[in-house]
């Protein structure tokens, strides 16, 4: 249905030479030596009203008021405080290891036209980001290209692409502008996670679900010493562990540029147990674990001030953005079923396309 508006453009490192920075910038990583995060140009830049446009007047407008604004930059989207702190890693890492390329690498995926990728590529230098990587898929499926890329993690805007990739089993969240502006670490990079359904599978939530909690916490305590299965953000908590044990090996845990967070509605002495020996069994840290037992995400999150959190549930996504939070949705595991909006009621509401 979506036809290509335009030719595949992928922007690999060999074509460095056209750039005309006029300070040496860094070759950009092998995709499969980097933690590669692919983020949507909707989920990097506030392209709100440029939507809009697109909706009640069409392409053809659209187009033209995007080449009218070419060299005005797109203010900031939910994920450029995330993306911007994740370059700020990039920089301590290339001090401690100047030949390493395990490093974040942040690929630009787009559905939009040419036109606008000019814009976008406007936007990128004017907030000085080092983003080389540019996929333009004009309206194709981009899973292949996730795939190609090795994306370790995929941010967009468009909760059926993120449905898809999550589908294809990639580390995906749709990001939400969270109601108010929270100031965010620049050089400490936050990254909160929740257990079930995001970090873990889903099987124990399945029982809640079912049974209520009375049996949840007593299947907790009998599996105790069960490591639960992964869930779909497992990998990219390994690949940050991966970067934090570089900083470790030069001293430098106190001061480590990269903190995870669990932030769970467990309880510690009931089923908390069970997260914390799952993740051991994983051979994973994570810094501060916080069991809520119950209680609202939004206050807590408040406080830690992550880039991004992670959630399989709209409430908890909806309860952490209302307080200042940039919380993005993973669409996986049983709770999908029990959200007040599936996929498809999204898809109704959705125009035909999407411009990512
Ligand atoms: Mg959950």
Known sequence: MNKPLMKEMHTFGEQKENQSSPSKKPTPPKPQNAITIAVSSRALFNMDREQDIYEQQGMEDYLKYQIQHEIEPFAPGPAFPFIKAVEAVNTRLRELYPDSEELFDVVLMTSNHAHVGLRLINSINHYQLFIERFCMTGGNSLIGYLKAYHAN????????????????????????????????????????????????????????????????????????????????????????????????????????????????????????????????????????????????????????????????????????????????????????????????????????????
């Not at 939070?325 to 109704?348: C, E, W």
Request: charged letters at 25%; a neutral charge.
């Open 153 to 356: 993690l995929y941010l967009s805007a468009d909760s059926l692409k993120v449905r898809e990739a999550i589908e294809e089993g990639i580390a995906a969240a749709t990001v939400f502008s969270p109601g108010k502006i929270t100031e965010v670490q620049e050089t400490q990079l936050r990254v909160a996670f929740d257990g079930d359904a995001v970090l873990f599978s889903d099987e124990s939530e399945r029982i809640y679900k079912a049974h209520g909690l009375a049996k949840f916490f007593e299947h907790e305590k009998a599996h105790e010493n069960k490591p639960l299965d992964h869930g779909p953000l497992k990998g990219f908590l390994e690949a940050l562990g991966k970067l934090q044990q570089k900083f470790y090996a030069k001293g430098q845990r106190l001061d480590c540029p990269i903190r995870t967070y669990l932030v769970t509605a467990r309880s510690a002495a009931s089923s908390g147990t069970r997260a914390l020996k799952t993740l051991r069994s994983w051979g994973l840290e994570i810094d501060e674990a916080l069991f809520l037992a119950g209680a609202p995400k939004g206050p807590m999150l408040e406080k830690i001030r992550p880039h991004i959190f992670f959630d399989d549930q709209m409430f908890h996504v909806e309860g952490a953005a209302e307080l200042g939070t940039v919380a993005a949705h993973v669409p996986y595991g049983i709770a999908q079923k029990f959200q007040s909006k599936t996929a498809r009621d999204v898809k109704k509401e959705m125009p035909a396309k999407q411009l990512e």
